[in-house]
């Protein structure tokens, strides 16, 4: 490789991170230009922040052209219901939250029904549920390709059938940042802004852009119990404790969120960002560990894409 | 996974003395030597590098994959449990080729069968792998990793040498515009790390590759096995070779911008181009235009002009979320404002305008076809370009590349994975640039208006051309469609519509002559019933005060349309010759001429004014007779008549 003798003068290039925002940017303004009806599905998570961020920058100074809808489980932290709420009370947006109303009457829940069970009722359900009570035809998710395996290959613009199906064999090829929107009568389509970002991307936004996030995700003393290996917080009194089974006071913080019984915990000091971010640099497992629906069997996070979660 | 003895069972990687530390940065805050704060500060600066890797499973690219993020220490405890697992469960040692293994369908297949992205990172460069298999029927793959990639890596098998393969692989490097190849011949350890063998393929293809346009080419000596040369460089193995590992390449190959040209040649040039997406408006007081600057860059002040308005004005300001900037750069998603209150909305570019682009209703391309279904020259389909979607014919196919040897041959059509070149016709004109010279502004998708599936990538291709004057691109924006007045709608399109449908779309003309009073009116409308209870679109053409023509013409219209047309019209006095013209102006549609043979006596009786008496057509495609008045039967005879034709599906 030669450089070349003398470098002239170059307008100064975009570093990875400004290249992330801008590429998210295009995606969020491209599918609210071309979309009738899209929805943000927030799921208060770091990712969900970012997404909100960049969809913010995307339209500022007008409102958000679309409303953000979470999927509630009843399940959820408190405190990610006391996020969510305080996010709402911006003018700027419109919050909808749609919980499944049969799973909520049969009281679905991680404890009794095990956590494929709610998850496919209250979350994925839920979320075919709203989608068509809304008559949504896109909706933008957090998700991130460095997440799992099956994520690597998902698309940026990924399209559903009418049942609200995922088909990995029947996508639709991505290229350039030519995204093709046009949508078949009764398809719809997910729409990932963040799918080039990774994990320690999205913590550093957060912490650049001092973009608020769940206090979850610092280190705080909280009231836990061990099980299959992993700290689970006793968020109120509907967890059931085994026999003798005390919770604790650990100074823990969450990875991921979700429904507070199937998060797993980590053990951790770290209490601000620039710790959380250290603390990610030297830990020894990926983030969907805490996870735990993720290890319903194997190959599991692809076969809930193809039954329409998210 | 295929059954190959070098890519499956792998050896354990197996860390090598006096290894470089490549996240060395990383290191220091793990050990509390470095602060945070710098190491977030330095992580910021890195660039982003994407780079598309292209082989087959053959080829070690998995295995290849997998050593980089494992080298680079990207994989973390739980996935390479996960992966020590599932190599057991095959009966094998640990296979880094698990890593990268995606959808189950695959896993299950032992291939690849689509594009993957991963990351990876080091204290240099932030990278995107865009993992793609080589095999030529997934050339849509490799040129879907390939579009958004700064560099190619392209594997080559030490024992088989340079192959048709590898040649179709820096060919599509070099269609889709990418000016970076890292070429690594990989497995060296099958051949005695043998530096004659590697120093033949690369000068083999050097030779090769040179008229192609590469900026750089890197030929790199690897075992992706052992790691040799991939991450850290192996002087056990190749003491002879001196050059930069796989990682070292990707770490320091300049990346290429497209103005890097005009920032060379004439610094202060500024080719800006900046396609509107969409026109922000909360208020009276603010109109913002957005979008992502795809070259060069603006500052408050700067002139520009828009397009197709051609209207100029000058920039007021320029906005990211609340902030206002001094400049915006190339890649940057940002909110124009201009001094004047031009009308521009979404599709609409704004440039500089000193270096207008291209402003063209019939262009030159390079296709790649993407889908199942073939391309259909007299179809219109939509074509995506920069944030405007216009209705585009391919006119013409000059001509496609063997898939084999490269060579540009004649066809007729194109069928996945061909790469062509094509002319097109648009509806309304575009607003482009060269694509090697630009990617952003030279780049199209097509689509099919039924499927709406993505169906072909293009490369818009006007080498040589000078920007346009003004008053000429304004010329060709006011021209009328470039597609001329013939139906946008081809037959093949007609017939997939109504396939979706599930209707019959058999086009055609039944045509039925006969005398006045022949009951030749009774026959059309219960063939019409008949016809359409058996699923097909079919209408009865009974013309006031229509001309002869005037009625054929309307005949034709509703046949192309996929419509059974049945008519009973007074049936001209005729000769030979007249008949045939007429049948010459249905050309090749089905056409049923029907000779209603009523005797004369029977059709004064029903119809005693009847006009006077016809000439029959000289030669019909049948004859029924309606004298005892059988008309289930006529029209039996004419369905079996009509369901002989083709079905066009």
Known sequence: MSQPMSQPISPRRLRHLETLEAESIHILREAAATFRNPVMLYSIGKDSSVMLHLARKAFHPAPLPFPLM??????????????????????????????????ARDNVNPIDHGSAQHTSIMKTQGLLQAMEKYGFDCAFGGARRDEERSRAKERVFSFRDSHQQWDPKNQRPELWNLYNTQLQQGHSVRVFPLSNWTELDVWLYVSLEEIPVVPLYFSAPRPVVKRDGTWIMVDDDRLPLHDGETPEQKSVRFRTLGCYPLSGAVESTATTLPEIIQEMLSTQWSERQGRLIDNDQDASMEQKKKEGYF | MAANSHTSPAQPPAPMAGQTNLRAEEEAVRAGTAAIETYLENYQQRQ????????????????????????????????????????????????LALLTDGLQAEREQGITIDVAYRHFT????????????????????????????????????????????????????????????????NKMDLVGHD?????????????????????????????????????????????????????????SVPIHHDSDKENQQSPGTNHFRFPVQYVLRPNLDFRGFAGWIARGSVQPGDRVLALPSGKSSTIRDIHLYNTTLDQGVEGQSVVLRTDDEIDISRGDILVSPDHLPQVQRQVTADLVWLDEAPLLQDKTYLLKHTTRTLHAQVSAIQWKRDTESFEPIQADTLGMNDIARVDLSCHRALLFDDYSDQRQTGAFIL???????????????????????????????????????????????????????????????????????????????ALERALFDRGHWTTVLDPENETTDSTLSAARACARAGVLAITAFQTPSWDREQWQRARDRLGHLSTLIVHVNTSEERARQRRPSGGPPATPPPAPDITVSLDDAELDAAVDIILEQVEKWSDPT
Request: net charge neutral; aromatic share 6%; glycine share 8%.
């Open chain 1, 70 to 103: 979470h999927v509630d489980t009843l399940w959820k932290f408190r405190e990610m219901i006391q996020f969510r709420e305080q996010v709402a009370k911006d003018p700027a947006i419109r919050m909808l939250v749609h919980t499944n109303p049969d799973g």
């Open chain 2, 48 to 95: 982003l590098l994407r780079f598309v890797c292209v082989g087959s499973v053959d080829d070690g690219k998995s295995t290849l994959i997998g050593r980089l993020l494992h080298d680079t220490g990207t994989i973390y405890a739980d996935q390479m449990e996960a992966v020590a697992q599932a190599s057991a469960k095959k009966g094998s040692e640990l296979d």
């Open chain 2, 122 to 185: 080091t204290d240099k460069r932030k990278f995107i792998i865009a993992d793609t298999p080589g095999h030529v029927q997934y050339t849509r793959n490799m040129v879907t990793g390939a579009s958004t990639a700064d560099l190619a890596l392209i594997l080559i098998d030490a024992r088989l040498g340079v192959l048709a393969q590898s040649r179709r692989h820096a060919h599509i490097a070099s269609l889709l515009g990418i000016k970076n190849l890292a070429v690594c011949i």
């Open chain 2, 195 to 251: 530096q004659t063998r590697f120093q033949d393929i690369e000068s083999e293809f050097r030779a090769f590759a040179s008229p192609l346009g590469f900026a750089d080419v890197g030929c790199i000596p690897i075992s992706a096995l052992e790691g040799t040369n991939v991450v850290r460089p192996d002087t056990e193995h190749t003491p002879w070779y001196r050059g930069p590992t796989v990682l070292q390449y990707l770490e």
């Open chain 2, 447 to 525: 689509i099919d208006s039924l499927s709406r599936n993505t169906v072909a990538a293009g490369m818009l291709r006007a080498p040589n051309a000078t920007p346009p004057t003004l008053e000429h691109a304004m010329e060709e924006v006011h021209a009328r469609s470039g597609l001329g007045h013939q139906t946008h709608i081809g037959q093949e399109e007609r017939n997939q519509r109504s396939k979706q449908l599930g209707m019959s779309v058999k086009g055609g003309v039944i045509w039925l002559s006969g005398l006045p009073g022949s009951g030749r009116w009774d026959l059309a409308y």
